[in-house]
């Protein structure tokens, strides 16, 4: 491996500025215009096509939809492919949940979206013929009634509102077709260094060779790939549109170095992704093509300065290209990703996902498959792209080693200094353990990256469905009133409790955590539901671009994996619960300040009236301050919901996986939840991630945060998020970096899978709440993603706000 420590400074051209400045300035906060091409182009091929398989279904309209799109290259362009009709445009999600008029009138009150009157007429027509053919009817007709109080409770985020609506739907930009959503990495590499031609030609071989003596499945195997190729071929005449639209356009162009740019995108577009790139910018347009098609809400780019390394090292050797240009076009890839928007319809939904989520996540670094460190230029080059084009997408993530050289944890910092929140920082050590327990080999655990948030992931052999979370609190409240929600009412508790009989705090603990496997069991099982009534509608084209894809014929959904994940659950609140639990058992159970039925009144009142006994909950022992008296039931709680999990099944027969993180669930899971014995109030959004501290607790400082951390076994989870935040005076010299570093690495050290920062002082925050006008491009670091602080709700801004600002 080439040292690259001493890489010089780029300085981009002249003419790579004005153009990355010129496209960046489009990115603009104003409303997105509602497009309806996409939702129409598939209903036309939907009613056209019923009583075909359904994967043939997804596949023909995939294609027609592929070939009728409207589509346009923007001035300046390099990289093309747009990702709606229109620019800023964003498109109806019709598989996924139902729209509703209302939610749209909602979302154009709101300032999200504008919608152009003329398109009423056939959007209402889209969405009443969707009513019934969408995921969450289907998954609304299977739901039983206890397991129908369970959904509204939102235990199991968001509460169900109806059962034809269950979590609702989704708009969003890109050319995606399918029912399910799902977390992981696609085989990039191949698509690559192989081409779709060499894909195709695979399948119709396979297809060519099919028995059915014997083969139950056969015709199911038929129907795959005859579906694959529909859906490669549609992706190569997407882009030879774009070949003949450039072509078209550098005739008419009298600009002589926008045409020769115009022709180039033209040979670009009729060479990939049919074929193998040939260098770097074949490269990165054949990763955005595939990309536009793919469920890129939540997908990981993979280990981006791996498999683009060689493309990057041919066109520097044979001069095709100097770092310079490669740089250019990483930034042109950040400014193209903000094109890709998703959109919540339901409000409830929007605030889960505040600020138009979503988890590219670029996955950078780490170790190779002999456990050497894997760093190459690239790898410097995709940070200094973040950090001269500062949007909030990619994401990046650094994977952290013992030997990760310090050049490299510096430059990270330098774009952490920016304020953009990334890149985050993942552990090496514990991730591949974590899939070493987990029954994946050395060489190819070695080889996982993040998805979605940091959710553990082999690419393209591993898959999750989605992310979904289950509310701790929420769980508490029930259980101490008695099995009862007070939200809606219902008695959903396995079996009554009445509280002020237990003479122990043990028992009332063992007795909780029967509480948590209870509804635990419930959630598994709204969730192998969904997945039960989605499985057959699985995209072709993500099922293809998996490993062995053609040799199993089946789509990613009804395969076994190698890293088996189909199922997860995060928690959400589980700081809350851990304090409140320590709260309960130092104060009732030790010291006796006051009694189980005094806290019931305190929290049922919201404290008015019981201000005494929450400033003695607000003393209690907190997480976060390297206290073992909470960490040490922070910890076990963890262990107990890992047990559950592990002994806890998808419908493929494979445990549930554990997760830690948040989004911004916490922002949902605490406005359902009530007062919790912690001190915290109702409705009070929850701790965020994984392992952070309930915002303002932790006042012993980072390295506090992270032994408190290191204490729960962070080996057993697939994710464990933990943010901090820094004032921007903390990190002001080189040495200032550097004990950031070993903070880093420490923790790693200490078994942790991830932290993250948000380098910003609170008063800026607080302006930019007061006025948004003057801070558009502000970025913060909210959960697994990075966002425009003005499009965060008030609540979500305000839950940002509060966190401990840290000093080194």
């Not at 509310?471 to 929600?485: A, Q, R, S, T, Y």
């Amino acid at each position: 491996m080439k040292k690259v420590d001493l890489i010089p400074q780029i300085d981009l051209k002249e003419k790579a500025q004005k153009r990355i400045e010129s496209l960046k300035n489009q990115i603009t906060l104003d409303p997105y215009v509602l497009c309806i091409e996409k939702a129409k182009l598939i209903t036309e091929s939907w009613q056209k096509t019923d009583g075909d398989p359904p994967i043939i279904r997804l596949a023909k309209a995939f294609e027609h939809l592929l070939k009728n799109y409207p589509i346009f290259i923007k001035e300046n362009e390099l990289i093309v492919g747009n990702a709606a009709s229109l620019p800023r445009g964003i498109e109806i999600d019709c598989f996924f949940g139902p729209i509703y008029e209302e939610e749209l009138k909602k979302l154009e009150e709101e300032g999200l979206i504008t919608i152009p009157k003329n398109v009423w007429f056939e959007l209402r027509e889209i969405i009443y013929y969707w009513r019934d053919k969408n995921l969450q009817y289907k998954i609304g007709q299977v739901i039983n009634d206890k397991l129908w109080q369970f959904a509204q409770s939102g235990i199991l985020l968001p509460p169900f509102r109806s059962k034809e609506e269950g979590v609702g739907g989704f708009l969003s930009s890109g050319l995606y077709i399918g029912i399910q959503r799902w977390i992981g990495a696609l085989d990039f590499e191949s698509v690559l260094t192989s081409g779709l031609n060499y894909l195709i030609m695979k399948a119709e071989e396979e297809l060519e060779n099919i028995r059915f003596e014997g083969k139950s499945d056969a015709l199911k195997k038929v129907h795959f790939l005859q579906a694959a190729i529909i859906s490669l071929k549609a992706i190569i005449a997407f882009a030879n549109r774009f070949a003949e639209l450039a072509k078209a356009m550098a005739i008419r162009e009298n600009n002589p170095d926008r045409k020769k740019e115009l022709e180039k995108i033209a040979e670009v577009c009729k060479q990939v992704p049919a074929n193998a790139a040939r260098n770097f910018h074949e490269a990165i347009q054949s990763f955005w093509f595939i990309t536009l098609v793919t469920p890129w809400q939540a997908f990981s780019t993979g280990r981006f300065d791996q498999y683009m390394y060689p493309f990057y090292k041919k066109d520097i050797e044979k001069r095709i290209s100097d770092s310079s240009d490669i740089l250019e076009l990483l930034c042109l890839l950040r400014i193209k990703d903000m094109e890709l928007v998703a959109l919540p319809a339901r409000a409830v939904k929007r605030q889960q996902y505040a600020g138009l989520a979503k988890w590219h996540n670029m996955v950078i670094g780490g170790v190779d498959k002999n456990g050497r460190d894997a760093t190459n230029e690239l790898t410097y080059l995709i940070l200094e792209a973040a950090k001269r084009v500062r949007t909030p997408h990619h994401t990046i993530t650094l994977r952290v080693h013992e030997t990760t050289p310090e050049e490299l944890m510096l430059k990270a910092i330098e774009v952490v200094k920016t304020g953009i929140g990334m890149p985050a920082f993942v552990g090496d050590k514990s991730y591949i353990e974590f899939l070493l327990m987990n029954g994946v080999p050395l060489e190819e655990a070695r080889n996982y990256v993040v998805a979605g948030c940091i959710e553990a992931s082999i690419p393209a052999k591993s898959r999750q469905s989605k992310c979904t979370f289950f509310v701790f609190p929420k769980v508490l409240e029930i259980f101490l009133n008695g099995g009862i929600d007070p939200r809606t009412g219902f008695n959903i508790g396995p079996f009554e409790v009445d509280i002020e009989k237990f003479g122990t705090f043990e028992d009332f603990y063992e007795t909780f955590k029967k509480y948590i496997t209870h509804f635990t069991k419930l959630a598994a099982e709204l969730i192998n539901i969904d997945l039960a009534c989605s499985l057959e509608f699985a995209s072709p084209v993500d099922s293809i671009l998996m490993i062995d894809s053609i040799k199993e014929g089946k789509n990613l959904f009804e395969r076994e994996m190698l890293y088996e994940n189909i199922g997860a659950i995060s928690q959400c609140g589980l700081i809350n619960v851990g304090d409140s639990l320590a709260a309960i058992k130092k104060l009732i159970f030790e010291e006796k300040l006051f009694t189980m039925r005094e806290l019931k009144e305190a929290l049922k009142n919201n404290w008015e009236g019981y201000e005494n006994i929450r400033t003695l909950c607000l003393k209690a022992p907190k997480y976060g301050n390297d206290d073992d008296y909470v960490d040490e039931i922070v910890s076990d709680l963890y262990k107990a919901w890992v047990k559950t999990l592990s002994n806890t099944y998808t419908i493929l027969g494979k445990s549930f996986k554990p997760a830690a993180i948040s989004i911004t669930s916490q922002w949902l899971g605490g406005a359902i939840t009530g007062a919790t014995p912690d001190g915290r109030k109702a409705g009070e959004v929850l701790a965020d991630g994984g392992a952070s501290p309930m915002r303002g607790r932790d006042v012993r400082g980072p390295t506090a945060v992270i032994k408190s951390a290191s204490k729960i076994d962070q080996t057993c989870l697939q994710s464990v998020l933990l943010n901090m935040k820094f004032h921007p005076s903390a990190l002001k010299s080189v040495e200032d970096m550097k004990k950031l570093s070993i903070l880093i690495k420490t923790y790693f050290r200490l078994g942790g899978k991830h932290i993250q920062f948000n380098v910003i002082d609170k008063n800026t925050l607080i302006e930019a709440q007061k006025h948004p006008e003057y801070y558009k491009d502000l970025i913060v670091r909210v959960a697994g993603f990075s966002a425009y602080f003005v499009q965060l709700s008030k609540e979500v801004q305000d839950e940002i706000i509060a966190r401990t600002e840290h000093c080194i």
